[in-house]
């Protein structure tokens, strides 16, 4: 089992576990992210976020998204709100506008 750096967050009633996925990797399947988002053994949340570099034209970064079921979702706007915040934090965007 490999080691991950992580974030907990929290936003409106919801907890995440952000994952820094540009400075290091992460490779994580259904049973490992169901795993962390277990809360009596791992580090419990509702949502598991992954930051990402994109080819995308016009962007900068990936969210990926998952629910604690270890399946993936394509949008969430308090884990969008959280990971804005993550990526500011750590340095990893200038400015405002993500």
């Known amino acids: 089992m490999s080691t991950l750096s992580f974030t907990k967050m929290h936003g409106a009633g919801n907890d995440f576990v952000v994952l820094d996925g540009v400075r290091q990797h992460v490779a994580l399947d259904g049973a490992r992210l169901r795993e962390l ?17 994109t080819a995308a034209p016009g962007a900068q ?38």
């Open 37 to 53: 988002a277990d809360r009596h053994f791992g580090i419990g949340a509702d949502q598991i976020l992954v930051a990402e570099r």
């Open 61 to 98: 970064f990936r969210c990926r998204i998952y629910n604690a079921d270890g399946g993936e979702v394509e949008h969430c706007g308090n884990g969008v709100r959280a990971m804005a915040r993550f990526l500011r934090d750590q340095g990893l965007i200038d400015g405002e506008a993500v």
